[in-house]
């Protein structure tokens, strides 16, 4: 993928970043790279260093507020989830080639250490190699590496572009019927996501800038105007009591257009959040507002 190839004179390019992970070992977990291999990440930022300037959130938000100047050919990285490989793996890596970067991390998932909806899908399917389910739209079965792909991709499709099914209560039914734990965390590494204490350490590198990602990354837009209150205070006040996060930056959680709307931006602009990009690809042209930011994801 030629993402340098995103970056532009007029143009302000954020990438979207999950993990960055040393080796993984599995069937069809990760088979989406939703983390992608230490080398490939160098290479790539490194690439992206020869076309442009590297950027922060908070550079991008100053220029766009106060009218401070970019640089030329400006791209910005930023990160959603908050994985324990971003510490880890991706940090010393940021800190070697000095290139800023932005984590918005979901609260729930650092206090209890919790898989997404589709990790935990995947993570079941993982140990399954062929399988008969019923789903709420049909039966399917797979058998094989392959059609467990096909299988998670199309479960992907639906539940995204559905805000009525509950992906959370999916994969509970979808371990049940595989036979395997209903689990809501794993040991495995991909799993693993970054504790207070190590949320801490990378709010304090003063090249990196933590910001909100939902409590619980439910789709903001799903919830009603209590739960949708719920959501964005309780990670916001989580951030700041045990992060000393006070920061004006979010991301939508999944982040496609059905998955926010102006409503949901008023609700985080009363909270204080003064930028969010989503997850619909694209770059930002010098209007672009600061909460319909698109990015590159990079994969
Ligand atoms: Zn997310």
């Known amino acids: 993928m030629n993402y340098p190839s995103r970056i532009s004179d007029n143009h302000l390019a954020i990438f979207l970043f999950h993990g960055v992970t040393l080796s993984v070992d599995c069937a069809v977990r990760n088979y989406t790279r939703k983390h992608i291999e230490r080398d490939y990440f160098v290479t790539v930022l490194r ?29 910005a990285v930023t990160f959603d989830d908050g994985f324990r490989n971003n510490l880890s793996v991706a940090a010393p890596v940021l800190v070697d080639e ?12 650092v206090e209890r250490n919790r898989m997404s909806w589709i990790d935990r899908i995947e993570f079941a399917v993982e140990q399954c190699v062929c399988a008969e389910l019923q789903l709420p739209w049909g039966q399917r079965q797979f058998r094989g590496d392959e059609e ?90 989580l951030l700041k009591e045990k992060a000393a996060v006070h920061g004006p930056h979010y991301s939508y959680p999944e982040g496609m257009p059905n998955c926010y709307s102006a409503r949901v931006i008023e609700a985080l602009k009363r909270r204080g959040v003064r930028c969010c990009p989503s997850a619909v690809d694209g770059v930002n042209d010098s209007t672009a507002d600061l909460f319909h930011l698109k990015r590159v994801m990079v994969v």
């Open 98 to 109: 000095h290139v800023p970067a932005t984590f918005y991390i979901s609260t729930d998932f």
């Open 148 to 237: 467990r792909r096909v299988f998670l991709n199309e479960i992907r499709q639906i539940v995204k572009n559905d805000l009525m099914i509950d992906g959370e209560q999916l994969a509970t039914d979808i371990q049940a019927q595989l036979g395997v734990a209903i689990t809501y965390s794993s040991s495995h590494p991909l799993d693993q996501k970054l504790d207070w204490s190590e949320v801490r350490t990378l709010a304090a590198e003063p090249l990196f800038t933590v910001g909100g990602h939902g409590h619980s990354h439910v789709i903001l837009d799903s919830l009603g105007t209590q739960d949708l209150e719920y959501e964005i205070e309780t990670g916001m006040r």
């Open 47 to 75: 690439r992206l260093k020869q076309v442009g300037t590297p950027v922060s959130m908070n550079d991008i938000l100053t220029h766009r507020e106060l009218g401070i100047p970019l640089p030329p050919r400006p791209f």
